[in-house]
């Protein structure tokens, strides 16, 4: 993108966007295998929660630069960006929430 901005400028932003449906990635990702390896198991909460973070992170970093793009077309994508990672967070969040209830009911807590 970067290397068709230079050679384009804005126009290298007006690009057919089109969110990408990562339900087919998450389900061959998060696999019911992958979920019972994780429960219980501490360090993979933590690995998700730092994946969280990078997420917001991202969205968040996408998201100020749609709202201070010079360009409309620019700014949309930023925004397609900040709204992709946006999926990425929705899925480990999915995830992250289904091993700690997991891992809070193995530990005898439940907050609920």
């Given at each position: 993108?970067?290397?068709?901005?230079?050679?384009?400028?804005?126009?290298?932003?007006?690009?057919?966007?089109?969110?990408?449906?990562?339900?087919?990635?998450?389900?061959?990702?998060?696999?019911?295998?992958?979920?019972?390896?994780?429960?219980?198991?501490?360090?993979?909460?933590?690995v998700?929660?730092?994946?969280?973070?990078?997420?917001t992170?991202?969205?968040?970093?996408?998201?100020?630069a749609?709202?201070?793009?010079?360009?409309?077309?620019?700014?949309?994508?930023y925004?397609?960006?900040?709204?992709?990672?946006?999926?990425?967070?929705?899925?480990?969040?999915?995830?992250?929430?289904?091993?700690?209830?997991?891992?809070?009911?193995?530990?005898g807590?439940?907050?609920?």
């Amino acid at each position: 993108m970067a290397r068709r901005h230079e050679a384009e400028g804005v126009a290298a932003f007006a690009m057919a966007r089109q969110p990408a449906d990562l339900s087919s990635l998450t389900d061959r990702v998060f696999t019911a295998r992958f979920k019972e390896q994780a429960k219980g198991a501490a360090f993979e909460m933590g690995v998700l929660s730092v994946g969280l973070t990078l997420e917001t992170n991202a969205m968040a970093h996408f998201n100020q630069a749609a709202r201070t793009a010079d360009s409309a077309e620019a700014r949309g994508f930023y925004q397609f960006l900040a709204d992709w990672e946006k999926q990425h967070f929705d899925a480990l969040n999915a995830l992250y929430a289904d091993i700690r209830t997991d891992f809070w009911g193995i530990g005898g807590f439940a907050p609920f």
